[in-house]
């Protein structure tokens, strides 16, 4: 893979940017949505089912995979797209959100996190250098620098002391990555919701030097407003030259509004986790596929939908199967929700290159102004 990893800013419209990442795996076209494959698998669908709703690039998850099967297993058999069936290009996070959110008894030093496993007890340390090596061991073509995540709330000096570290160990991270052709590693801005801190990262963050920067420690419970607050100021802080990744986000408003403010990749577990729940998400908004009102309804979920769910199935059906905990439910409603989220960013992405992205973002909110699409 001798090939470098390189982004081309294409076109922008007002802060909004269109874009392509060219990896030896393939293009990512920019504004891109990754669907999250935690696991080794984006849940309830095949990796060419995922592919087929125009996904470039999906998102693996360092703690979960070092934890089981262990990277060094997927290393063994060949590297994690082999691994999953996926040949497209892959980002892993660092793994620093999940020791935070989901491991027990977590011991924080300057040196890294010592945790215990929230599936069986036992114990891990995870460091910067760690990280580096477990995403290098999965083949990851996007490597997130290894991050302190705060648990919120927390004050300003918390929020101060956790950025300030976690651009430690981005150095850290930058050092024990090295010089990788035809791979990247991305830089994680800190800082909640201070704008002082938030530029204190970026030039902490461009003084070590990124192939590309995420905006980091938001998604976490602030609210949408405080999140735009940030996305207001944040992204410009970032080189122009490099793709902005904003983790964790979102619903579709999120993703709209981030785009605006100059964003160019997301990532969310809503699109899958909502088909496993009986929500689909639908240009006017979502429909609740459990309620009684479906169980005699032909009609798809969106007429204007090319998703085999509603091309092929009824909302009597899928209210049916839904009902009776069959797995296709979870199937066909993660495959639309997965669609209409590439057909989102596909639809931006048009809206950009043809100058008219404020016309978009306003025919986008009048449309679930409308109301809930099921009552229609």
């Not at 269109?18 to 990754?34: D, E, Y």
């Not at 030097?209 to 602030?222: K, P, Q, R, S």
Request: charged share 25%; glycine share 10%; net charge negative.
């Amino acid at each position: 893979m001798a090939q470098r990893i390189d982004f081309t800013l294409k076109v922008q419209d007002g802060k909004a940017r269109l874009g392509v990442i060219n990896t030896p795996r393939g293009a990512i076209r920019t504004p891109a949505f990754m669907p999250v494959g935690t696991a080794g698998t984006v849940k309830a669908m095949m990796p060419e089912s995922v592919a087929a709703t125009g996904a470039d690039i999906l998102l693996g998850n360092t703690y979960h995979l070092m934890l089981r099967p262990t990277a060094e297993r997927i290393d063994r058999l060949g590297g994690l797209h082999r691994f999953m069936n996926w040949d497209k290009p892959i980002l892993t996070d660092s793994g620093g959100f999940q020791v935070m959110s989901l491991s027990e008894l977590r011991k924080l030093t300057e040196e890294g996190v010592t945790f215990r496993s929230h599936i069986d007890g036992s114990r891990h340390k995870l460091t910067p250098e760690r990280s580096m090596e477990i995403q290098k061991l999965l083949d990851s073509d996007i490597v997130m620098c290894f991050d302190e995540c705060p648990a919120l709330p927390a004050t300003d000096d918390q929020v101060a002391k956790s950025m300030r570290l976690s651009m430690r160990w981005a150095q850290r991270s930058r050092d024990a990555f090295g010089d990788r052709p035809g791979y990247a590693l991305f830089g994680i801005q800190q800082g909640g919701v201070t704008q002082e801190l938030r530029e204190e990262s970026a030039e902490a963050l461009k003084g070590i030097g990124f192939d590309g920067y995420a905006i980091g420690g938001l998604a976490v419970g602030e609210g949408q407003e405080a999140m735009f607050g940030v996305l207001d100021y944040a992204p410009d802080m970032l080189p122009q030259d490099r793709p902005r990744y904003l983790m964790g986000v979102g619903k579709p408003d999120d993703i709209v509004g981030a785009v605006k403010r100059g964003v160019d990749m997301m990532d969310c577990v809503l699109p899958s986790r909502s088909g496993r729940t009986g929500q689909a998400w639908t240009r006017r908004g979502q429909v609740n596929i459990k309620n009684a009102r479906h169980q005699d309804d032909p009609r798809p979920l969106d007429e204007h939908c090319t998703c085999p769910a509603c091309q092929n199935y009824s909302r009597a059906y899928l209210h049916h199967v839904f009902r009776a905990q069959e797995m296709i439910s979870g199937m066909l409603l993660t495959w639309h929700n997965l669609h209409y989220y590439q057909e989102l960013m596909q639809g931006m992405r048009d809206a950009i290159g043809a100058g008219t992205f404020a016309q978009f973002e306003a025919e986008f909110h009048a449309a679930r102004e409308m109301g809930d699409i099921e009552r229609l």
